[in-house]
């Protein structure tokens, strides 16, 4: 039996999924752990990544294979291929000052316009100019700039600093994908090329950079296994799940991601949308809200009780909860960007301040943030048809009854699977087929 693996680099953990191609079927499976924090030596991953290969059977049945992975995170390696400094992670924070320093120079219209993002602090292009403010001596020293699933890419190829590796370190060798590529703030989306003048803004110098790859374009890796592209975390996702154009993945998971599959890219000045690009040829226009799943899990410990007794609360009380309203800002919020901000609940009488409606104003307050990404993709002209609803807060049956009338969409939700490394594995098959 010929057999294609996916992997899941996300920030909690390292997936692995071996699968038939010939019917989809998940044959075998693996995970291993990653370390907690908002930078993390990459070593954490090639360990976890070998660990999971190892929990899942390993790959010597294996005829091709593909990695998708968290976005944005900064590794940054030096001409011997050692990785400068530990990366730093999509959520570390440490940037915003240098990505609020890039807007006042370019302008957030032409930022957007050239790359489809106006930088925030997650963005790959902040953390290089951090490093070139904080560490200069590290910024000196860099030789190229990879991707937390380029890098592992490299290295499951074979390539990596002498005596760690077979290929040895070989910096031309890097390749990603324009869906990752395109979260790094020094991509263009229009001419599929990077920004070397936006690079340079940001690190002082030009590096090298990953080869962006066609969406079924590959290379080898030692074994002459077939290796694809890769992806970011969200356009692995969206090709697990089979999401085509019209249709909008809502993902309900520790933050919310409302991603849709689009024709055209997208530009907004206002940084609501980042106009990201698809792996399959196509763009990803997204919104992420740092609210999700943990409103109901907040809500669930203050009623003492569990998810799914807090959805049959939710489900017992009427529509817009007898008034009660939850703005879930618990954690501040990303979209709008609000980072100071706290939750509050409104609306309280004697007669409406019940378990039941407490429960469906959490349901309500979450999906309607969710809902404001739906209405910023909108404000675009991005076509939405239908919503997608994934990650474990669509586990909840209140989540899934209530959705369709939030979201002002039908709503259809996949049965729970390991969708980044699915899409992964998809596209490993997809080269198989050609």
């Not at 998971?253 to 530009?267: D, K, N």
């Not at 993709?377 to 959705?403: C, H, N, T």
Request: contains cysteine; glycine residues 12%.
């Amino acid at each position: 039996m010929v057999l294609v693996m996916g992997v899941d680099s996300s920030t909690q953990s390292c997936k692995v999924v071996i699968v038939d191609p010939a019917s989809g079927a998940v044959v075998r499976q693996g995970r291993a752990p990653h370390p907690d924090g908002t930078e993390v030596d990459p070593a954490a991953w090639w360990r976890a990544l070998n660990r999971a290969i190892e929990d899942a059977g390993g790959v010597a049945d294996v005829a091709a294979w593909a990695i998708g992975g968290q976005q944005h995170g900064m590794v940054a390696l030096d001409a011997e291929g050692h990785v400068i400094r530990p990366a730093l992670l999509w959520n570390d924070t440490r940037s915003a000052g240098a990505a609020c320093d890039l807007v006042a120079e370019f302008g957030a219209r032409a930022l957007a316009e050239r790359t489809g993002l106006v930088p925030v602090a997650s963005f790959t292009l902040t953390k290089l100019r951090w490093l070139r403010d904080h560490e200069p001596d590290a910024a000196a020293r860099v030789a190229a700039v990879a991707l937390p699933h380029d890098w592992l890419t490299w290295r499951l190829r074979g390539f990596g600093p002498a005596g760690e590796s077979v290929r040895g370190p070989v910096l031309d060798e890097l390749v990603t994908d324009r869906s990752d590529a395109s979260g790094t703030g020094y991509w263009r989306p229009d001419t599929g090329d990077y920004d070397r003048e936006l690079l340079a803004a940001a690190l002082g110098h030009d590096a090298i950079l990953p080869r962006v790859l066609g969406p079924h374009a590959s290379v080898l890796d030692g074994a002459g296994c077939l290796v694809g592209a890769g992806a970011g975390d969200n356009a692995a996702a969206a090709l697990g799940v089979g999401a085509g154009p019209g249709d909008v993945v809502v993902s309900i998971g520790t933050s919310g991601t409302v991603f849709a599959v689009a024709a055209e890219r997208t530009i907004d000045e206002t940084g609501t949308v980042a106009g990201f690009a698809d792996a399959d040829g196509r763009f990803l226009p997204i919104v992420v809200t740092l609210n999700a799943a943990r409103v109901l899990d907040a809500v669930a410990r203050l009623l003492a009780v569990d998810h799914d007794e807090l959805s049959r609360l939710a489900l017992d009380a009427a529509p817009g909860a007898g008034g009660l309203a939850l703005l879930p800002y618990f954690e501040g919020e990303r979209t709008p960007n609000l980072p100071e901000a706290t939750a509050s609940l409104a609306g309280m009488t004697l007669a409406n301040t019940t378990r039941e409606n407490l429960a469906r104003a959490a349901v309500e307050g979450m999906l309607s943030g969710l809902g404001a990404g739906l209405d910023a993709l909108r404000g675009l002209d991005v076509p939405l048809r239908r919503a997608l609803l994934i990650g474990g807060g669509a586990q909840s049956e209140a989540v899934r009854r209530i959705a369709p009338a939030v979201l002002g969409l039908p709503v259809e939700v996949p049965a729970p699977g390991e969708y980044v490394a699915l899409g992964a594995a998809r596209q490993a098959a997809s080269l198989l087929a050609r």
